[in-house]
C-alpha cells in the first residue's frame, strides 16, 4: 500500500490488509509477495476486514475461507479464500442505505463492522437512528 493501512488480519502464513484508498491486498506473511489484489471498494476507506481461522463447508462454493471486507460506503464483500496458491473469489455484496437523520458530527461515522457466524449467516452494523446488528444469510441471499 502506498496510503495508510485502516485494517488488517492474520491468517496462517498470510497478511490481509486494508487501506484509506479502498484496496485489500493478501500478502505473503513470510516473503512479502503479493498473492491477491482486491480493488472493489476503492474510493472507500476499509473499516474493517475478517476472515474465519477454520474451513467452512458452503453449498455450491465447497470448503474454504470466509473473508469479509466492509468499507465507508456502507458495502461489505463476503469472499471466499482457498489459500496462497489459490486466491479467492467474490461470492456476494450487501450494501444498505445511510441514516434518513443528519449526523451532527459528520468526522465520525460508526464504522460498518462484520462477521462470519456459522452455519452461512453474516452479522453486521449498520447506520440506523438506533443500534442495531443486522443478520443476512449467504445461502439465501438475504
Known sequence: HHVPITAIQILNEVIISGSSEGVVMVTGLYNGLSIMSI????????????????????????????????????????WSYEGSSRGGQMLDWISFPGPSVNIKNKEWIPPTLARFLPPDRIIYTGYEINNSLHIYSLTQKQ
Open 39 to 78: 480493488k472493489d471498494h476503492c474510493g472507500s476507506h476499509i473499516t474493517d476486514l475478517y476472515i474465519t481461522k477454520e474451513i467452512v463447508s458452503l453449498p455450491d462454493i465447497g470448503s474454504v475461507h470466509i473473508m469479509i471486507i466492509s468499507s465507508g460506503d456502507r458495502r461489505i464483500s463476503v
